[in-house]
């Protein structure tokens, strides 16, 4: 009976954990599966790093595979540095790491700000070379409205 009893409490405890997690992804959107994002990639398998901006790394991998990783927010002195380290506990980077940005100075290298990285977002070499590259022409000039000459100095004038 003992065994018994223990049996439908331990049953008991398991759907109540099951089913309010069942009901919570019952009402959220059905999960993405895309192959073009992920959380972590493989360190062994990272060949060089791109720094575009102080939010942008790109990530050249084995197979001639690129990753774009929009970091978490604005890393200050990334670009400017354009140089990061990071450290792992396993052989894989993910975007609950971060990377610091490496500075150089009298006394030689030396860690600096921790930046947050981001999902990993698989990219074209194409798509690569066009975020190095940047904009490519520059938007067309708005110029501003100029006031009707006759309404020019018509305000409500203090000399008046």
Same mark, same amino acid.
């Given at each position: ?24 992804? *019952? ?6 599966? @895309? ?8 360190? %062994?398998?990272? #060949? !060089? ?14 197979g001639d595979v690129v990753y774009h ?19 792992? *506990? ?6 609950? @790491? ?8 009298? %006394?030689?290298? #030396? !860690? ?19 975020l190095k590259d940047g904009p490519t ?24």
């Open positions: 009976m003992y065994k018994q009893m223990t049996n439908n409490v331990l049953l008991g405890l398991l759907a109540g954990l099951t089913f309010p997690a069942l009901a919570a992804y *019952a009402q959220d959107e059905e999960p993405v599966s @895309d192959d073009s994002v992920t959380n972590c990639i493989s360190v %062994r398998s990272i #060949r !060089t790093t791109d720094i575009i901006d102080d939010r942008n790394v790109l990530f050249y991998m084995r990783n929009i970091l978490s927010r604005r890393c200050p002195g990334l670009a400017r540095e354009d140089r990061f380290s990071y450290r792992t *506990a396993a052989s894989r980077l993910c975007d609950i @790491d971060s990377i610091n940005v490496l500075h150089s100075d009298a %006394r030689g290298m #030396r !860690t600096g700000t921790a930046c947050g990285l981001g999902k990993f977002i698989k990219i074209t070499r194409e798509d690569a070379q066009a022409e520059n938007p067309p000039p708005k110029p501003l409205p100029m006031p009707e000459p006759e309404k020019i100095g018509t305000e409500s004038d203090p000399e008046q």
